[in-house]
């Protein structure tokens, strides 16, 4: 079953007061993965463009219902834009699989629904937040009061469009901010739906700004914005370290930076259920194609079964079904974009030539259109030190390691990023004593991935990133605190 790609409407501009905005300057050509077929020419937005976005969420703060009324209002329009956005999930999720790497009906049926839960899960907090009485001597009254910072500017990555902008806007809006949010270039069409469905369920105009551009102009302008309180980013490591830079020397913004990731798998041979096993991990590096922060991209396996989980993992690979995003029927994604598959295949062929052996895959996938499909593949063979190993590739490529003791297997864990890691045994104090060791923010044992349990917040260690996404630490990290101590006469 199909949908006609071309039929969908495409919502373009920038999205400042409410309404979409067009503007004569700079574009960049936005094309589809699935056949890389131009979809639009996207505006730029200038210094001017970042400036009117920044100060109409700065008035739309300091003067509407959003921070001033009581906060059950915040929560009331909350709520009723996630239930817009479950009623729209057709136009929305057709929207969304056009425009991005996602199958229409994984939109359709997971990121749409975890969008919308998403978003209720934080609409609870906008009336429950409250502060502290301190213990001070009888004449003092001492208060932990906490604050909006007025301004978040988000910023988003292109791989899962609609949930990633949700994610970081949620939390934002929940604790009384506006927002001014810079989609990815390359996915930039879908927030602007989210956000006229945000004025239809009544969220006041200028809360929910979005301004459009590349990351080295417009993301960086919105950065260094003096108007802007905090950042929420979700990108690379490398745009991490340029936020952070951008941050210092702008006035000190707060960070929140979900960065990239190369996470283990680690599978002991005790484990009971191998067919399992292989159906986590192959979905783990299979799904969107790879392109997951948390893909659980490194095997580490216990020699021991290493042969049969591999046979295993193999064929779940050749049941793929690789097609446009616009097809039912499809459940492998394309990549990005041409130059990403060029990156990743450019990793494959170095790592082939530096020793590794290839067990499936390993080049380009071929279909009827020009899509940059890529064939699952999995690398044995390959050093820690190795590139294939040590940087993120975000693509379907598995690599595999094996050990024959437990330290062994942990100490084959150490990487330079720490976002998360699986653990599989029938073993408790096995999986204890890993999860103690491993240095990543979340640990997955007997299962892999993101669950829709959004009390569990989800942030790196080390050069995975600073801060959480989702659970009660993203409202708090979108607020800060306020001690007042009043002295008073007995
Ligand atoms: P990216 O860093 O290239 O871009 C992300 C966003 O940052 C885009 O909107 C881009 O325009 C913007 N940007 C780029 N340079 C900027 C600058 N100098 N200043 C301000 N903004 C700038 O990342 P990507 O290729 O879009 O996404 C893939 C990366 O995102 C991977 O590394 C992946 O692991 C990571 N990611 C992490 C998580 C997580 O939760 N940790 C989730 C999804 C993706």
Request: charged residues 20%; hydrophobic residues 35%.
């Given at each position: 079953m199909y949908f006609d790609p071309n039929a969908v409407r495409i919502p373009n501009g920038h999205f400042i007061d409410g309404r979409l905005i067009q503007e004569n300057g700079n574009t960049l050509i936005v094309r589809r993965p699935?056949?890389?077929?131009i979809v639009a020419e996207l505006p730029i937005a200038n210094a001017n463009t970042v400036d009117q976005a920044v100060q109409n969420a700065t008035q739309a703060y300091e003067t509407?219902?959003?921070?001033?009324?009581?906060?059950r209002i915040r929560a009331r329009l909350l709520r009723r834009w996630a239930d817009l956005i479950e009623a729209n999930k057709v136009a929305l999720g057709q929207l969304e699989a056009v425009t991005s790497t996602r199958p229409v009906r994984d939109v359709i049926e997971i990121d749409i629904p975890y969008a919308a839960d998403c978003i209720r899960f934080f609409a609870e907090f906008a009336d429950k937040l409250g502060g502290e009485v301190a213990a001070t001597r009888a004449d003092h009254l001492g208060m932990v009061t906490s604050e909006p910072y007025g301004v978040v500017a988000a910023i988003a990555p292109w791989n899962f469009p609609i949930t990633q902008a949700i994610t970081k806007i949620a939390p934002a809006l929940a604790a009384g901010n506006a927002v001014v949010l810079k989609p990815s270039e390359m996915t930039p069409f879908s927030a602007l739906a989210l956000a006229e469905l945000a004025i239809e369920a009544g969220?006041?105009?200028?809360i929910f700004n979005i301004v459009q551009g590349t990351g080295a102009v417009t993301g960086d302008l919105l950065c260094r914005h003096?108007?802007?309180?905090k950042i929420s980013f979700t990108g690379s490591t490398r745009t991490g370290e340029a936020i952070m830079t951008a941050s210092a020397q702008s006035g000190i913004k707060p960070v929140t930076l979900e960065l990239g990731g190369k996470s283990p798998q680690l599978v002991f041979?005790?484990?009971?259920?191998l067919d399992r096993v292989a159906r986590a991990i192959a979905a783990s590096f299979l799904n969107n194609a790879g392109q997951?922060?948390?893909?659980?991209?490194r095997l580490i396996v216990q020699r021991s079964i290493e042969a049969p989980l591999l046979d295993r993992i193999i064929a779940l690979t050749k049941a793929i079904r690789p097609g446009?995003?616009?097809?039912?029927?499809?459940?492998y994604s394309p990549l990005i974009s041409h130059p990403h598959m060029e990156r990743i295949d450019g990793i494959v062929k170095r790592a082939i030539a530096g020793g590794a052996s290839v067990l499936t895959g390993g080049g380009r996938l071929s279909t009827v259109d020009d899509g940059a499909y890529y064939q699952p593949t999995i690398l044995s063979g390959?050093?820690?030190?190795s590139e294939a190993v040590r940087?993120?590739?975000?693509?379907p490529v598995l690599t595999v390691q094996s050990f024959d003791d437990e330290d062994d297997g942990l100490a084959l864990t150490?990487?330079?990023?720490?976002?998360a890691a699986g653990v599989y045994t029938g073993n408790i104090n096995r999986a204890l004593r890993a999860r103690r060791r491993i240095q990543a923010g979340t640990i997955w044992v007997n299962r892999y991935g993101r669950s829709a349990d959004f009390i569990i917040p989800t942030g790196g260690y080390n050069n995975s990133g600073i801060g959480k996404d989702l659970g009660r630490q993203a409202v708090e990290a979108n607020l800060r605190h306020k001690s007042t101590l009043i002295a008073f006469d007995e």
């Open positions: 699935a056949d890389n077929a509407t219902e959003w921070s001033m009324g009581a906060p969220i006041p105009t200028g003096p108007m802007v309180g041979s005790d484990v009971p259920d997951v922060c948390v893909a659980g991209s446009p995003t616009w097809a039912t029927t499809t459940t390959v050093r820690s030190e940087e993120e590739i975000f693509g150490d990487h330079k990023y720490g976002l």
